[in-house]
């Protein structure tokens, strides 16, 4: 465990599956140099086979006794997917019946092959909805506690979990190890790579890449000890925001709002079902385990306070009107980290979200 | 304990040879200089050839599902040694059946490698005991020279070599200038994977990069096996060979998903410099087996509970207390065993992450030191522990 964890919420309620972090992420990241075929920052579709394919299924975390569990290590054609790209350079010098766009491989799988599928049958009480995944930086991390080589750590100021690539020689157990397949092998280079939480952004007052793209502004990033933070709130405070698959026993610091909003079901007749809904709440059980149940249940009762009342924190909350609010990043206190391992501190590049409970907003200190 | 080892040392060198757990090697003298030596070079044909056993490490499961699936009751190999010495470099070839060419290649998340690694004892005051056999322990480090058949790998961190980490479709360039960044790119691959480690227990491996250890290794496929290749200097910062060198050697195979932990590993062998005076105490501990009555030593072991914690054989159940024993008198020398029994704590590596199996911890830390969670045995009589030292080294896989 860290001095200290920076953590991200994501309000499933919100996510429209715009892929904008997605994005934002490969183009900051893993565009280049063996990371192409990784996502650090992917949106599946759920019910569905997420990326990797079936990652559920392949095994890493602890068991109730708190043993590493085996795991498969993904294949990068098959349950990856291979990143196609197109004849940019040939199309203009070829001969005629060749000269068409075309990909270089003929794909046959890749990051949301699924997209919208979901389960159930239309129209009656088909439903999916999305859901958007990073590397958790966990607490009690499987990559971390099955690497033979001593190459992963987490970092004592915020928890942010890293690969030091001087000593990773590539062996994959880390991959084997992670229950969610956040930890990728580069095979150009020979070692294993993830999604870094941005850290060199967050230390120059930057929130990571996905959080500040998200149109729909779903991720909200801060301390878990700063309980001026809209994440401590959410998590600590409220309880409505849960890590991902808690039995997996690696104590995610990604926390999600589950999805309480979904359409009533029809009937034969193509009817509304008064007071169904189409999300099954085993569903929902199975992934963020059964304080579930609290969490909707705060969620529907301060909807209704909202509704009746005009006033609700936590709906303010939710609502996310200000970016300045919704990111903490403490950056005073990076700096004071910077100082004490004799560093130079980095200088912000951006003055709005400096603010945390070693930095007072509204300036540099 | 030094009483023990010299009137077992007695012992050993009575003897006969035909107990010998694995004959030492003879390095042959050669006027030439091994610079540049290939595994083809005629040099060769004045190396004697001896013939070793691999056996699989199974101290410890690694968490990789089919990996394990592919060497569950995995067997020995046999390897053919020989060295050649300089005056200046040592240089030792080694030979293995594998049935396939295997090479971590393409564009792919689960190909491995074939490989093999030389390990070297560290310089130390004295040389014996030898460091524990998986990379090391405290106070008596190991050197590791590791070749893998990897295809070329691309280090621009490694290198510093930044600005070259860009995707080709933001170079902005296209057509010609595009192929020679490209070309620039691949010019710039590392095209041999070869490591050199020092460590002091397995997972304190660390890279040596700073060019103080010459040496050279490379492999080649031929005849369903491979020959692999390495030469170094008989002396820099980290080891000091004259005499006997002692080397203990592992392969991989990369078609069982090998690497780290999933491979084949020899007990420390004694290789005698020719010419030179030998280190008679450690040629005969490497070459001699315990006089123990293995029988005995079974009943023994069993009498005190060492397999409520340790897996003696695949039959029983798998533990993460203990390191599973059931290969241990193949890779294990005699004093290693005996040191283990009577003192647990001598020879305790960071090994597999402790928090891999928080609740079954093997070792706690008391002022920084390792203590291992194992009983002592140093009440045991000298001739019980012979016994358990003869049956330990009974466990071990059989040749494939």
């Given at each position: 465990?860290?001095?200290?964890?920076?953590?991200?919420?994501?309000?499933?309620?919100?996510?429209?599956?715009?892929?904008?972090?997605?994005?934002?992420?490969?183009?900051?990241?893993?565009?280049?140099?063996?990371?192409?075929?990784?996502?650090?920052?992917?949106?599946?579709?759920?019910?569905?086979?997420?990326?990797?394919?079936?990652?559920?299924?392949?095994?890493?975390?602890?068991?109730?006794?708190?043993?590493?569990?085996?795991?498969?290590?993904p294949n990068l054609e098959a349950d990856y997917g291979v990143p196609w790209d197109y004849n940019y350079e040939s199309i203009m010098t070829e001969s005629a019946e060749h000269n068409h766009f075309k990909p270089h491989v003929s794909p046959t799988w890749g990051p949301n092959w699924d997209e919208d599928q979901g389960a159930g049958a239309f129209p009656q009480d088909n439903y999916f909805?999305?859901?958007?995944?990073?590397?958790n930086h966990c607490t009690n991390p499987g990559c971390l506690s099955a690497c033979p080589r001593d190459a992963i750590f987490k970092r004592e100021q915020d928890g942010v979990v890293l690969v030091d690539l001087d000593r990773c020689q590539?062996?994959?157990?880390?991959?084997?190890?992670?229950?969610?397949?956040?930890?990728?092998?580069?095979?150009?280079?020979?070692?294993?790579?993830?999604?870094?939480?941005?850290?060199?952004?967050?230390?120059?007052g930057l929130p990571p890449a996905c959080a500040q793209q998200c149109v729909g502004r779903i991720r909200f990033v801060g301390f878990l000890d700063d309980e001026e933070s809209q994440v401590y709130k959410l998590v600590h405070q409220y309880k409505v925001a849960i890590g991902l698959r808690p039995d997996y026993g690696t104590q995610p610091n990604v926390y999600y709002v589950p999805p309480t909003e979904s359409p009533a079901k029809f009937d034969a007749e193509g009817k509304i079902i008064e007071g169904s809904t189409r999300l099954p709440i085993e569903e929902l059980e199975k992934l963020f385990g059964p304080d579930v149940h609290a969490a909707i249940k705060t969620l529907k009762d301060e909807m209704k306070k909202r509704k009746e009342t005009g006033v609700s924190e936590l709906m303010d909350i939710l609502i996310a009107y200000q970016h300045a609010d919704m990111f903490r990043l403490d950056n005073n206190y990076y700096q004071e980290v910077a100082k004490e391992q004799k560093r130079t501190p980095l200088a912000p590049v951006d003055t709005r979200y400096l603010a945390g409970k070693f930095t007072k907003a509204g300036g540099h200190h | 304990m030094n009483k023990i080892l010299t009137s077992l040392l007695s012992l050993g060198l009575a003897c006969s040879a035909a107990l010998a757990a694995e004959a030492a090697i003879t390095a042959v003298k050669v006027t030439d200089s091994l610079d540049g030596i290939k595994a083809d070079s005629a040099i060769w044909s004045n190396a004697k050839?001896?013939?070793?056993?691999?056996?699989?490490?199974?101290?410890?499961?690694?968490?990789?599902?089919?990996?394990?699936?592919?060497?569950?009751?995995?067997?020995?190999?046999?390897?053919?040694?020989?060295?050649?010495?300089?005056?200046?470099?040592i240089a030792l070839m080694v030979k293995w059946a594998d049935g396939s060419k295997d090479l971590q290649s393409g564009y792919a998340s689960t190909t491995y490698s074939d490989g093999f690694a030389?390990?070297?004892?560290?310089?130390?005051?004295?040389?014996?005991?030898?460091?524990?056999?998986?990379?090391?322990?405290v106070g008596r480090p190991v050197v590791v020279h590791l070749q893998k058949a990897n295809e070329k790998v691309y280090e621009p961190n490694g290198n510093k070599d930044v600005g070259n980490q860009i995707n080709r479709q933001q170079?902005?360039?296209?057509?010609?200038?595009?192929?020679?960044?490209?070309?620039?790119?691949?010019?710039?691959?590392?095209?041999?994977?070869?490591?050199?480690?020092?460590?002091?227990?397995?997972?304190?491996?660390?890279?040596?990069?700073?060019?103080?250890?010459?040496?050279?290794?490379?492999?080649?496929?031929?005849?369903?096996?491979?020959?692999?290749?390495?030469?170094?200097?008989?002396?820099?910062?980290?080891?000091?060979?004259?005499?006997?060198?002692?080397?203990?050697?592992?392969?991989?195979?990369?078609?069982?998903?090998?690497?780290?932990?999933?491979?084949?590993?020899?007990?420390?062998?004694?290789?005698?410099?020719?010419?030179?005076?030998?280190?008679?105490?450690?040629?005969?501990?490497?070459?001699?087996?315990?006089?123990?009555?293995?029988?005995?030593?079974?009943?023994?072991?069993?009498?005190?509970?060492?397999?409520?914690?340790?897996?003696?054989?695949?039959?029983?159940?798998?533990?993460?207390?203990?390191?599973?024993l059931k290969n241990v008198?193949?890779?294990?020398?005699?004093?290693?065993?005996?040191?283990?029994?009577?003192?647990p704590s001598a020879v305790v590596v960071p090994g597999y992450?402790?928090?891999?199996?928080?609740?079954?911890?093997?070792?706690?830390?008391?002022?920084?030191?390792?203590?291992?969670?194992?009983?002592?045995?140093?009440?045991?009589?000298?001739?019980?522990?012979?016994?358990?030292?003869?049956?330990l080294k009974t466990l071990k896989a059989e040749v494939e």
């Open positions: 465990m860290s001095k200290r964890q920076l953590a991200m919420v994501m309000d499933l309620n919100k996510c429209i599956g715009c892929q904008t972090c997605t994005v934002a992420c490969k183009t900051q990241w893993t565009n280049r140099n063996g990371r192409e075929y990784m996502y650090w920052n992917n949106v599946e579709t759920y019910p569905g086979t997420g990326y990797p394919k079936n990652w559920m299924e392949l095994g890493g975390g602890f068991d109730a006794a708190g043993d590493l569990q085996p795991g498969v290590i909805f999305y859901l958007p995944r990073i590397c590539g062996y994959r157990y880390c991959i084997a190890g992670c229950p969610y397949k956040k930890i990728y092998f580069n095979p150009k280079i020979s070692k294993s790579e993830k999604c870094i939480l941005c850290f060199p952004r967050i230390e120059q | 050839f001896s013939t070793i056993t691999l056996y699989p490490q199974t101290a410890i499961e690694m968490n990789d599902k089919k990996a394990n699936e592919l060497t569950e009751n995995a067997k020995a190999k046999k390897a053919q040694v020989a060295a050649l010495y300089d005056g200046k470099n030389v390990q070297f004892a560290g310089a130390t005051a004295k040389p014996q005991p030898l460091p524990y056999i998986g990379m090391g322990s170079t902005g360039v296209f057509g010609q200038e595009l192929a020679d960044f490209d070309a620039k790119v691949a010019s710039l691959a590392v095209t041999d994977y070869e490591r050199i480690f020092v460590g002091e227990g397995f997972r304190s491996l660390t890279e040596v990069k700073d060019g103080s250890i010459k040496s050279n290794s490379s492999m080649v496929y031929g005849a369903n096996g491979w020959s692999g290749i390495l030469t170094r200097s008989l002396k820099d910062d980290y080891v000091n060979l004259s005499g006997t060198v002692p080397v203990s050697i592992a392969v991989w195979d990369g078609s069982k998903m090998g690497r780290n932990g999933l491979k084949n590993l020899s007990s420390w062998i004694a290789i005698n410099l020719d010419g030179q005076k030998q280190n008679a105490a450690m040629v005969t501990d490497l070459t001699t087996d315990s006089k123990g009555d293995a029988s005995k030593g079974k009943a023994a072991l069993e009498a005190n509970g060492c397999n409520g914690c340790h897996q003696m054989n695949a039959a029983d159940p798998k533990s993460f207390m203990a390191p599973s008198g193949g890779y294990s020398t005699a004093a290693y065993l005996r040191e283990s029994i009577l003192k992450n402790r928090n891999a199996h928080s609740n079954t911890p093997w070792y706690n830390l008391e002022k920084g030191k390792r203590i291992s969670t194992m009983t002592d045995y140093s009440h045991l009589d000298k001739a019980t522990v012979e016994d358990i030292v003869a049956y």
